[in-house]
């Protein structure tokens, strides 16, 4: 069964440091998604990807944050100057549709800032 | 109350017995999903169901939409011991999920 896949599983870095997560989605999905989880908390939308842009963002997806997908598999988050606050579970979805359909989640990378 | 809200917050139950979760959100949805999340894991999709229906099946779980209430419920029947774990709903707003705050259930064996 196609699965959306996440790397690494666990990101230390100091304040400060971009980081860099990765993402592969699942192959002919066109609806890419971040999510974010801080521990204990609830999980909260970062921002969604569609046709190479940015399609909506919450408060949270300010100008440190980034997204791109660099080539056919890949959707990246980036993070240009970690905060002790930006450690969090990081969750990437893919859907084949916009609304109404199944978001497939990874396995989330775990960011810890020193 | 938050879009996307269950209750119990906490709930711990006997191997064998039925679990019910509720979720109550606040604006109109096209459809509404149940996660598990074991502690510190990711998201495991549970159930979706649609906002034209009503009740959904899938194995021990059972998940029930109201929409005139803005609410729905997952049963777990029978309930085992790894069904321990954090249940989520999440609501489509505006083409993004939001999710509840959970329900963190703990299943005695």
């Known amino acids: 069964e196609p699965e959306v896949t996440q790397t690494p599983s666990h990101q230390v870095t100091q304040m400060g440091q971009e980081v860099i997560l990765r993402c592969v989605p699942i192959?002919?999905?066109?609806?890419f998604y971040w999510y974010r989880q801080i521990l204990g908390q609830k999980v909260e939308f970062l921002v969604s990807f569609y046709n190479n842009e940015i399609s909506e963002k919450s408060e949270i997806f300010d100008d440190q944050f980034s997204v791109e997908r660099p080539d056919g598999s890949n959707f990246t988050l980036k993070i240009r100057s970690t905060k002790l606050e930006d450690s969090a579970m990081y969750f990437c979805?893919?859907?084949?549709?916009?609304?109404?359909?199944?978001?497939?989640f990874g396995p989330g990378t775990r960011l810890t800032v020193l | 109350s938050q879009q996307g809200e269950e209750d119990p917050q906490a709930l711990s139950i006997q191997e064998g017995e039925n679990a019910t979760m509720n979720c109550s959100y606040k604006t109109s949805i096209n459809n509404l999903q149940w996660y598990r999340q074991n502690s510190g894991r990711g998201l495991v999709h549970l159930i979706l169901i649609r906002s034209n229906e009503r009740e959904k099946h899938s194995g021990r779980l059972r998940v029930t939409l109201d929409t005139s209430k803005k609410s729905s419920s997952l049963l777990i029947t029978a309930s085992r011991a790894a069904d321990t774990a954090s249940y989520f709903c999440?609501?489509?707003?505006?083409?993004?999920?939001?999710f509840g705050t959970g329900t963190r259930l703990k299943v005695l064996a």
């Open positions: 999440a609501t489509d707003v505006s083409y993004k999920y939001i």
């Open positions: 192959s002919n999905h066109l609806y």
């Open positions: 979805a893919s859907s084949d549709t916009l609304a109404g359909d199944e978001q497939f």
